[in-house]
């Protein structure tokens, strides 16, 4: 396992994409060279990615727009399938996992990897007309894949690459 070397604004994209960093990491370089600092991994990856090629960091925008609203976060019984995601104060909270626990007939809610990826892409499209309902429909859509998000997903490679070298003594493989 090659030891990553610091950030350098002279390390090539796939140089810097080959291994693996922490997303506060991330945060702090793109905030150190004014980029912008909200996103997922894979778009704070991005904006650096696009820094490394040459690109003036004033030119680098946010990927999904931060859209600030002065709408109070919605209570779980406000929140219905007709709900729209943008602009209602509907977040991806304690309330909705309540009103999806109750809407599901569950105890317990847990939010799906399909729901965030149907979050970010509404978010980035700025699709006033997505609700709740198509949160719940990208549940039933086993296909949602957003291969970006999916490459940041390092971490059980960076342990299993950790375990395999052999200046480690714990011999798991």
């Known amino acids: 396992m090659a030891t990553r070397p610091p950030f350098d604004l002279k390390m090539t ?3 810097f994409q080959r291994f693996y960093w922490y997303k506060t990491e991330l945060q702090q370089l793109c905030r150190q060279y004014q980029l912008p600092t909200t996103g997922t991994k894979a778009e704070l990856t991005q904006y650096l990615g696009q820094l490394l090629d040459g690109q003036a960091a004033t030119q680098i925008k946010p990927i ?4 600030r609203t002065a709408k109070a976060s919605l209570t779980a019984d406000q929140i219905t399938v007709e709900t ?3 602009a209602s104060g509907f977040k991806l909270n304690q309330a909705a996992r309540t009103f999806f626990a109750s809407y599901f007939g569950v105890e317990k809610f847990v939010f799906r990897k399909a729901m965030g990826v149907k979050m970010r892409a509404v978010e980035r ?9 198509d949160l719940i429909a990208a549940l039933a859509d086993p296909t949602v894949i957003e291969p970006a998000t999916e490459q940041t997903y390092q971490w059980n490679n960076f342990v299993k690459d950790f375990y395999r070298d052999s200046a480690v003594s714990y011999g798991i493989n």
């Open 84 to 86: 729209k995601l943008l």
């Open 64 to 67: 999904r727009p931060v859209h």
């Open 13 to 15: 994209r796939t140089t």
């Open 125 to 133: 499209d700025h699709d006033t007309t997505a609700t709740v309902a």
